[in-house]
């Protein structure tokens, strides 16, 4: 990494599911910058927090928590706020892109998919906002996926949890925008994460994949780095409402 964002350094920023995958680059990302970071995650991350502190001499401070328990979402931004001064960076990543068919879903699945997927992003937004415009402004980062742009079929929920995800953020950052808090989407392609490796990936499937992208290198987590850190700086000062795609070339629009 080349480019540095000196007004990141000792922000406040707050990551779900920031131990693994593509959260686990941007925690680094981060990192990197100086920037105090917090991250929530289902599965203890103390090794990876050990990582970081021996690699950048700044160690982020990692809270166990399923962000389906907005409660304990909310109480965990809270820790954030008194260890690193109120959020002025969040960055809405975790999901749960799990594959399943019409006929496959029941109310339970319904609700636990759109409870991971969407519901998570509203009350983490909302509980960011006052600290955001007490801090004199912001950045919301929501992280959508390209699967809905092109039609992926397989798993109907997650697409329409992560279109909802474009609607929410279009509608706050007119909402937050007079706190000075942008909020924006981003929506990464296919990222070769080690999970989307063990659980989805297939020499045939990926191929497909590449012939679709512009650019035909796979996308690895330190890809979508580079846009999360401009979407957080003042480079994008005047920019909030937008999608910002990081996908190789696939979901081309104008």
């Given amino acids: 990494m080349t480019a540095s964002f000196p007004e990141l350094k000792n922000a406040s920023v707050y990551i779900t599911g920031g131990g693994s995958g593509i959260g686990a680059a941007l925690t680094e990302g981060f990192l990197a910058q100086g920037a105090k970071v917090a991250f929530v995650g289902r599965s203890d991350s103390t090794e990876f927090c050990d990582a970081m502190e021996a690699k950048y001499a700044n160690r982020p401070h990692f809270m166990q928590c399923d962000i389906t328990d907005i409660t304990r979402l909310k109480a965990t931004m ?10 002025t960076t969040l960055i809405n990543n975790a999901a ?3 594959r399943h068919a019409v006929a496959e879903i029941d109310e339970d699945f319904y609700t636990w998919m759109m409870d991971i997927n969407f519901k998570a992003y509203v009350f983490a937004c909302q509980h960011a906002a006052p600290m955001m415009a007490q801090a004199g402004g912001g950045s919301i980062i929501n992280f959508t996926s390209i699967s809905y742009m092109i039609g992926n079929a397989g798993y109907p929920l997650y697409t329409a949890a992560n279109s909802a995800i474009n609607g929410l953020t279009r509608s706050l950052a ?24 063990d ?19 796979p996308l690895a987590p330190a890809d979508i ?17 937008q999608s910002l795609v990081i996908d190789g070339g696939v979901a081309v629009s104008g």
């Fill in 199 to 217: 659980m989805w990936v297939t020499e045939d499937g990926l191929a497909a994949h590449l012939e679709r992208q512009c650019l035909k290198d």
């Fill in 78 to 87: 809270d820790e954030t706020a008194e260890l690193h001064g109120s959020i």
């Fill in 225 to 241: 780095v580079g846009g999360t850190l401009f979407l957080a700086s003042d480079l994008s000062r005047a920019m909030t409402g």
């Fill in 96 to 98: 749960n892109d799990k």
């Fill in 174 to 197: 007119r909402e937050f925008g007079a706190d000075k808090i942008r909020v924006n989407a981003l929506a990464p392609g296919w990222v070769l994460t080690q999970k989307q490796l």
